[in-house]
């Protein structure tokens, strides 16, 4: 029989995705009073850019801490798949240089929050209906958060342009001690 070769998390890494998820999480409270301006994408894809799939790991415990904090509502089920999505798309693109492309990736991703937060809006309507009053459910839920969503496109566009560098290169020195 094969053994199967698991990849072993260290203190290392267990103390790198707490310091993760820290500033994920301080960065939202802060932020809190400004509807739809966050830096968690900006983080979520910088993250997955300097650290790889330590991503995977980080976005389970901010997600529950999340869930803690603020109550295990509908807005949390979303947030189990676009986050995730969000550093699957990173990690795809990870080739990808310079702050415009980014800054793009990170504003469509803002632009398309509404219509992910959408869908279980949708499943929910179908479930308590039929097909069609799910498809109304959630089709009104995005309408209603378009100009959110364009808020969000814009400042996640404005962080990452003027952000990117200058994280970028603590980054670099960070890996370096890494």
Known sequence: MEKINQAKITTKDITQIAMMVAVIEVCKVVLMGIPNVELTSFWIIMFTLFFGSKIFLVIPVFILIEGVMFGFGMWWVMYLYAWPLLAIVARMMRKMEGAVG???LSAVFGLSF????????AVVGTVDGNLASGFRAGFNYFIAGIPFDVVHCVGNFVIMLVLYYPIKAV????KKID
Request: proline share 7%; hydrophobic share 45%; charged share 5%.
């Open 171 to 174: 980054m670099k020195n960070v």
């Open 114 to 121: 509404g219509f992910l937060c959408s869908i279980p809006y």
């Open 102 to 104: 980014w800054s793009i």
